[in-house]
């Protein structure tokens, strides 16, 4: 009986005792790299990472895309790297052993469950394989827009604001800062989300809050809408407003502060002025400088 025809029982049997008594360990797949998020039109590429145990000799490398086999490596074929036709799946380039593969720019069909088998040669043909997620990310065409804000607030105020994202896939995910810090839970109303007719949405997050102090400590209002898609898109919006000053504040601030010295001192000297107490010491001097001047031009 040939090693090929042998008993499963047998084979596993065969390979239990090699490696109690030798140490020797059997395929292991160390590592599957599957970009979780790729944007449209861009080309994605894929790795699988393993080693052999030290009676194992390498069959096959193969790759699928959502169960359905798209390219696979063969060492000892005739023709060792072979595609298969899947809509949205088109393998551009690989590498000699079938491990790394890039794949041509993404459409939205490309995006699914990729996995990678790999085999080992007889007599026990061991295989280890794993799976990863990929999503097509449709990128706005631009950065999210605000909308109903005005150009001056007052304390008391209600400040009612949208922030609009571009067209996109998956939705855009919104969030609102206020002074460049996040904006409370109870300012903002629930997001809504809106789909098309090309599979693309957009979302809408509105901002609802009263003006205090606070919010004009630092300066001029600043409302930011920050959108974000994962980890491949970024893009903010920044409005800054200005704080309507209260009736009577610039007349009460220059009473509070009133006149330097300086100026009063210039107001007493003033044509039509009557001295006061306060200017006697500077009368004085003046007396005593004339007199002085007056003796030495006697003498």
Not at 208 to 231: E, M, S
């Amino acid at each position: 009986m040939t090693a090929a025809h042998a008993h499963p029982c047998l084979l596993l049997c065969v390979a239990m005792l090699l490696t109690r008594e030798y140490g020797v360990t059997s395929l292991e797949l160390l590592e599957l790299r599957v970009p979780a998020h790729v944007a449209l039109g861009t080309r994605a590429a894929l790795s699988c990472r393993w080693a052999l145990g030290p009676a194992d000799v390498l069959y096959s490398v193969k790759w699928y895309k959502d169960g359905k086999e798209f390219f696979r490596h063969v060492p000892r074929d005739h023709e060792p790297r072979r595609k298969f036709p899947l809509p949205g799946v088109d393998v551009e380039k690989s590498s000699p052993n079938g491990a790394n593969v890039t794949l041509y720019p993404a459409v939205l069909e490309t995006g699914g469950r990729y996995r990678c088998e790999v085999s080992g040669e007889r007599p026990l043909f061991p295989t280890v394989s794993d799976h990863g997620d990929m999503v097509i990310v449709a990128l706005p065409d631009h950065g999210p827009t605000i909308t109903g804000s005005r150009l001056r607030y007052q304390i008391g105020d209600r400040v009612q604001v949208n922030c609009t994202s571009g067209r996109s896939r998956p939705a855009t995910r919104l969030a609102w800062y206020i002074n460049g810090e996040p904006a409370p839970a109870v300012a903002l109303l629930p997001p809504t989300h809106e789909k098309h007719e090309d599979g693309l949405e957009t979302t809408s997050l509105a901002l609802d809050f009263k003006v205090k102090p606070k919010h004009f400590r630092k300066g001029d209002l600043k409302l930011k809408c920050l959108a974000t898609i994962a980890t491949v898109y970024w893009r903010s919006n920044e409005e800054s407003v200005q704080g309507e000053r209260l009736k009577g504040y610039s007349r009460s601030r220059e009473l509070t502060e009133g006149g330097s010295r300086a100026d009063r001192v210039q107001a007493a000297g003033k044509p039509g002025s009557a001295p006061s107490l306060a200017d006697a010491p500077y009368l004085l001097l003046l007396c005593v400088m004339i007199h002085i001047s007056q003796n030495k031009f006697h003498s």
